[in-house]
């Protein structure tokens, strides 16, 4: 089992549900807009909200967004501790660095007493794409360079007494990363934050995702999700709770069953679907409805749904724990299937 560490009022890694966590793509000094989108993500279902911060105006930004934030957040830094330390200053609940800020000892130093001082953890993020020279000599880009580069780099924080830290080996190879994330499970105890990074555009790095954080979280490996997708950052979320969900590591929500249409189909399925996802997917309670393209296998087929429809050729069956109800006109299932949504609800 992984140490726990405190981000905020949430607890990452132990015994913990796996939390979701994205990471805005406005410009952090812009603090409206980047608040906004923090919301959206909360809403979406996001525990954890990472910022970017490359600038002081950023770091400036970091106090506000704490303050007006529903959801714990991260900065993310890259080159210049100082910056981090005035994330830690503002508020910030976690700290994300790559090994190419803790190159200097003393300034990681200054970094490390503040991080101490107010009790926030660091993700030391190790990349394919950014190895240290030395390691990626002897051991190429391999899974194994990135294991060592965390090790090391971890190494380099509990030296200066701090432990208090999540690590990450990420790449876009899918199968580099699962076999990095399952060598550094069985080589430390640190929680893991988990994801395929550059993950391409939207349906091809939903694919990706899925395929290797689905076959990590199978295996019991990771404590923290982030699915990076090219594009709108509640894609991210959508994404990784309906991951969750599919290994039932996340029960709440709503899911659709929806069959795949054919020459029977009498329904619009794939229009009342995405209808009723888009209604009630800010629902917080487990509910799976079924939408089916007719009554010759419908019924029987979303067994296992609450509810749902059975398409008919005026009219539709409308069916609750795999029992008929009522018919109702065609034009009114996506009344009928709400109702019972809100009832339910
Ligand atoms: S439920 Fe009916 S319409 Fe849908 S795929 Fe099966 S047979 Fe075809």
């Known amino acids: 089992m992984t140490k726990e560490i405190k981000v905020g009022n949430i607890y990452i ?66 080159y210049d501790y100082r910056l981090a330390i005035k994330c830690a200053e503002n508020g910030i609940s976690k700290i994300r660095i790559n090994p190419g800020n803790i190159s200097n000892k003393e300034n990681l130093k200054k970094l490390v007493e503040v991080l101490k001082d107010k009790d926030i953890p660091v993700r030391i993020g190790i990349n ?27 190494g380099i924080f509990e030296e200066l007494g701090f432990s208090k830290i999540c690590l990450s080996v990420k790449s876009s190879d899918v199968l580099k990363t699962i076999e990095a994330y399952r060598l550094l499970s069985k080589k430390c105890d640190y929680p893991l934050h988990i994801g395929i990074t550059e993950t391409g555009i939207l349906s091809k790095g939903i694919i990706k995702s899925s395929v290797g954080v689905g076959a990590l979280l199978s295996e019991g490996i990771g404590d923290t999700v982030r699915i990076s997708l090219t594009g709108d950052p509640v894609n991210e979320v959508e994404t ?12 709440k929500g709503i899911e659709i069953i929806s069959c795949p249409t054919c020459g029977r189909t009498e329904i619009d399925v794939k229009g009342i679907s995405e209808k009723i996802y888009d209604e009630c997917k800010k629902i917080n309670k487990k509910l799976k409805i079924a939408v089916m393209g007719c009554c010759v296998n419908g019924i029987g087929e979303a067994g296992d749904a609450d509810f749902g429809v059975a398409g008919g050729k005026k009219e539709s069956i409308i069916f609750y724990k795999g029992n008929k109800i009522k018919t109702c006109p065609n034009d009114e299932i996506l009344k009928e299937l709400l109702n019972l949504v809100e009832i339910s609800n």
Request: a neutral charge; charged letters at 20%; aromatic letters at 2%.
């Open 240 to 251: 990784a709770v309906e991951i969750l969900r599919c290994l039932q590591l996340k029960e």
């Open 13 to 78: 890694g132990g015994t913990n549900p796996v939390t979701v966590q994205s990471m805005t793509n406005t410009k952090t000094e812009d603090k409206e807009n980047t608040l906004k989108q923090i919301c959206r993500l909360s809403e979406a279902g996001a525990d954890l909200v990472r910022i970017a911060v490359p600038t002081v105006a950023a770091a400036g930004a970091v106090k506000y967004l704490v303050q007006n934030s529903p959801v714990p957040l991260i900065a993310d830094i890259h």
């Open 128 to 154: 394919g794409g950014s190895l240290e020279k030395d390691i990626e000599k002897i051991y190429g880009n391999t899974a194994e360079a990135l294991v060592i580069s965390a090790i090391r780099n971890a």
